[in-house]
Antibody, heavy 116, light 110 residues
Framework: EVQLVESGGGLVLPGGSLRLSCAAS????????MHWVRQAPGKGLVWVSR????????IYTDSVKGRFTISRDNAKNTLYLQMNSLRAEDTAVYYC?????????WGQGTVVTVSS | QAGLTQPPSVSKDLRQTATLTCTGN????????AAWLQQLQGHPPKLLSY???NRPSGISERFSASRSGNTASLTITGLQPEDEADYYC???????????FGGGTKLTVL
């Protein structure tokens, strides 16, 4: 079964850090470019970051540049998102998604809440 | 970063046809077309189509996508109760070097 499973979400204070993980199974992880997409409560989807299949290229949406870092370990079939200097507006469900041509594979999401 | 424009809501009767629109510009929708995703309440998104009306395996032929200039469309024929969901378009923006999403359209099947 093709599957992405996110973990690492939780409640964090403003200015704090979290590291999200996304474990892949059932498909050739190293062949897919991978994304993080987030969705604030009651709001729409917002693309956050993308990494190419071998990890040599990364891009970010402007609002997280310099604060978030996307990475992957193809040997462990795992995608990561290191989030630093978190703000209240980063509160959202964070989804990882796999791309061959578009966002073909999605995880169930992990909830990140930034609040004091 | 600028997003794509979708109408917030569309309502159609059971078994009728709904056409959802997504307007961008020549750097995104007008360049490589758009992908369409469906999100049922409480679930992650699911890809319905990408680029030139390519449907992933298992997606019903009732869903078809098209593009005219900078506007992409998703047509859903024979509306069923299970089609009631939020629909998002997305496209790669060559100017921003980023993916952009529309704000989503909530489809209500009456």
């Amino acid at each position: 079964e093709v599957q992405l499973v996110e973990s690492g979400g939780g409640l964090v204070l403003p200015g704090g850090s979290l590291r999200l993980s996304c474990a892949a199974s059932g498909f050739t992880f190293s062949s897919y470019w991978m994304h993080w997409v987030r969705q604030a409560p009651g709001k729409g989807l917002v693309w956050v970051s993308r990494i190419n299949n071998d990890g040599s290229s990364t891009i970010y949406t402007d609002s997280v540049k310099g604060r978030f870092t996307i990475s992957r370990d193809n040997a462990k079939n795992t995608l990561y998102l290191q989030m630093n200097s978190l703000r209240a507006e980063d509160t959202a469900v964070y989804y990882c998604a796999g791309e061959k041509d578009a966002f073909e594979i999605w995880g169930q999401g992990t909830v990140v809440t930034v609040s004091s | 970063q600028a997003g794509l424009t979708q109408p917030p809501s569309v309502s159609k009767d059971l078994r009728q046809t709904a056409t959802l629109t997504c307007t961008g510009n020549s750097n995104n929708v007008g360049n490589q077309g758009a992908a369409w995703l469906q999100q049922l309440q409480g679930h992650p998104p699911k890809l319905l189509s990408y680029r030139k009306n390519n449907r992933p395996s298992g997606i019903s032929e009732r869903f078809s996508a098209s593009r005219s200039g900078n506007t992409a469309s998703l047509t859903i024929t024979g509306l069923q109760p299970e089609d009631e969901a939020d629909y998002y378009c997305s496209a790669w923006d060559t100017s921003l070097s980023a993916w952009v999403f529309g704000g989503g359209t909530k489809l209500t099947v009456l």
